[in-house]
């Protein structure tokens, strides 16, 4: 196999896994965002919060290190 295959993941079964594993909402936040840019977290943001049952600017606020 090819190392530039893509490889796509549910975003709702990857946070339902997370949770269920245990990780804090803060975490969960944190690992969809790692390394993005501003913009491309908002992106996700936009996306993911509703699955997380928060709003799009608390995920951005659990995105910082505070």
Do not use: C, H, W
Not at 17 to 29: F, H
Not at 38 to 47: E, F, P, S, V
């Amino acid at each position: 196999m090819s190392d530039d295959i893509l490889r796509y993941t549910d975003l709702a079964a990857a946070i339902q896994l997370a949770k269920a594993n245990g990780l804090s909402t803060r975490e969960i936040v944190r690992e969809l965002t790692r390394g993005m840019s501003y913009t491309d977290a908002l992106k996700r943001a936009r996306m993911a919060a509703p699955l997380l049952d928060i709003g799009v600017m608390d995920f951005m606020r659990l995105r910082k290190n505070e």
